[in-house]
């Protein structure tokens, strides 16, 4: 069984409950006053509507009533899109540029009171300085120079924004949009462009090839000369030792020859022979001599005497044998 205490029955005093009231609500109060500032972040601190100072990170105290927090300033590198503004070059031809700004609060005090809504201040910065630029280009330069554009925009913005306590790190140019007549003629110029390119190293690649193929032909020819000139060589070569070869053949049997003659000669006189011998001989080159085509024949008259005695030989060896047939 609980028993239950009536409310009537506790007899608190109503001082303590004022006191822990009063307690609470100075707790509460110095809790809230009690802010930590995060990385990358300044507070501005107003003091009676008066600024009164920069809050870097960490943990700080304001007073209750009197001090209050004016803006929260981040310090990271921010970086703004800004639409497609209206720019006309110098050549008259009006063109949409879009623009990306990168930017850095150096100073949150001259950003928080040196100028009234920041981006916008710099958005309509950034289209004037933008136009001023382009003004003084044609749309050639303008497409072709981006990074002077970027770098000249860069620099004067920086200068403008820095009475602001804005860093300008970069700017760039995001799209440059010309009217379509002009894509248009500038895509045709670029077709033509294309073509006469693709003309020029067609021409380029046939002349090359003509080239080597004419060197080669020039360099075959070369090598036929050379190699013909070089068969030459050796056929003269090869004919001029033949020659020498069969010359010295002949020279070399001409030498035996007479070798042999005067070795022949040497003999017969060595042997000492006798008329007879030698008249034998001379009867056998008379015969010899007689073989050959020739109609009329010039007769020493050494070998005349050699015939009329192989004639007086012939007949007694004739009669010889007529006897011997008679008597037999």
Same mark, same amino acid.
């Given at each position: 069984?609980?028993?239950? *205490?009536?409310?009537?029955?506790?007899?608190?005093?109503?001082g303590?409950i004022?006191?822990?009231v009063?307690? *609470?609500?100075?707790?509460?109060?110095?809790?809230?006053?009690?802010?930590?500032?995060?990385q990358?972040?300044?507070?501005i601190?107003? $003091?009676?509507?008066?600024?009164?100072?920069?809050?870097s990170?960490?943990?700080?105290?304001?007073l209750?009533?009197?001090?209050?927090?004016?803006l929260?300033?981040?310090?990271?590198e921010?970086v703004v899109?800004?639409?497609?503004?209206?720019?006309?070059? /110098?050549?008259?031809?009006?063109?949409?540029?879009?623009t990306v700004?990168?930017f850095?609060?150096?100073?949150? &005090?001259?950003y928080?009171?040196g100028?009234?809504?920041?981006?916008m201040?710099?958005?309509?910065?950034?289209?004037?300085?933008?136009?001023?630029?382009?003004?003084?280009?044609? !749309?050639?330069e303008? !497409?072709?120079?981006r990074?002077?554009?970027?770098?000249k925009?860069?620099?004067?913005?920086?200068?403008a924004?820095?009475?602001?306590?804005?860093?300008?790190?970069?700017?760039? *140019?995001?799209?440059?949009?010309p009217?379509?007549?002009?894509?248009?003629?500038?895509?045709?110029?670029? &077709?033509?462009?294309r073509?006469?390119r693709?003309?020029?190293?067609?021409?380029?690649?046939e002349?090359?090839?003509?080239?080597?193929?004419?060197?080669? &032909? /020039?360099?075959s020819?070369?090598?036929e000369a050379?190699?013909?000139?070089?068969?030459?060589i050796? $056929?003269a070569?090869?004919?001029?030792?033949?020659t020498? $070869?069969?010359?010295?053949g002949?020279a070399?049997?001409i030498m +035996?020859?007479?070798?042999?003659?005067?070795?022949g000669?040497?003999?017969?006189?060595?042997?000492?022979?006798e008329?007879?011998v030698?008249?034998? &001989?001379?009867?056998e080159a008379f015969?010899?001599?007689a073989?050959? $085509?020739?109609?009329k024949i010039?007769?020493?008259?050494?070998?005349?005497?050699?015939?009329?005695?192989?004639?007086?030989?012939?007949?007694?060896? +004739?009669?010889? +044998?007529?006897?011997?047939?008679?008597?037999?």
């Amino acid at each position: 069984m609980f028993t239950f *205490l009536e409310a009537s029955s506790i007899d608190i005093p109503t001082g303590y409950i004022v006191i822990g009231v009063i307690v *609470l609500v100075l707790v509460i109060l110095a809790v809230s006053c009690i802010r930590v500032v995060p990385q990358a972040h300044a507070y501005i601190l107003e $003091r009676l509507g008066a600024y009164q100072s920069t809050w870097s990170v960490g943990m700080h105290m304001r007073l209750p009533f009197f001090d209050r927090i004016a803006l929260d300033v981040l310090l990271k590198e921010q970086v703004v899109d800004f639409p497609p503004q209206p720019v006309i070059t /110098k050549d008259n031809v009006t063109m949409q540029i879009d623009t990306v700004v990168y930017f850095q609060i150096t100073d949150p &005090k001259l950003y928080a009171y040196g100028v009234q809504n920041p981006m916008m201040a710099i958005e309509n910065l950034t289209a004037t300085t933008l136009r001023n630029i382009i003004g003084d280009l044609e !749309l050639d330069e303008t !497409l072709t120079s981006r990074e002077l554009i970027n770098g000249k925009m860069r620099q004067l913005l920086d200068e403008a924004t820095d009475p602001w306590g804005i860093k300008v790190n970069r700017v760039e *140019l995001k799209n440059i949009m010309p009217p379509s007549a002009i894509r248009d003629a500038m895509e045709k110029q670029m &077709k033509a462009e294309r073509e006469r390119r693709e003309s020029i190293l067609i021409a380029e690649g046939e002349k090359k090839s003509t080239i080597l193929v004419a060197e080669g &032909k /020039k360099q075959s020819a070369i090598l036929e000369a050379e190699a013909e000139k070089a068969a030459a060589i050796l $056929r003269a070569e090869a004919k001029k030792e033949a020659t020498i $070869r069969e010359a010295e053949g002949e020279a070399e049997a001409i030498m +035996r020859v007479q070798k042999a003659n005067a070795d022949g000669i040497r003999f017969l006189n060595e042997a000492a022979p006798e008329d007879a011998v030698l008249r034998l &001989k001379s009867l056998e080159a008379f015969a010899k001599a007689a073989d050959g $085509r020739s109609t009329k024949i010039i007769i020493p008259s050494e070998i005349q005497g050699l015939v009329g005695l192989a004639e007086g030989v012939t007949e007694a060896v +004739r009669k010889s +044998r007529t006897e011997e047939k008679t008597e037999a």
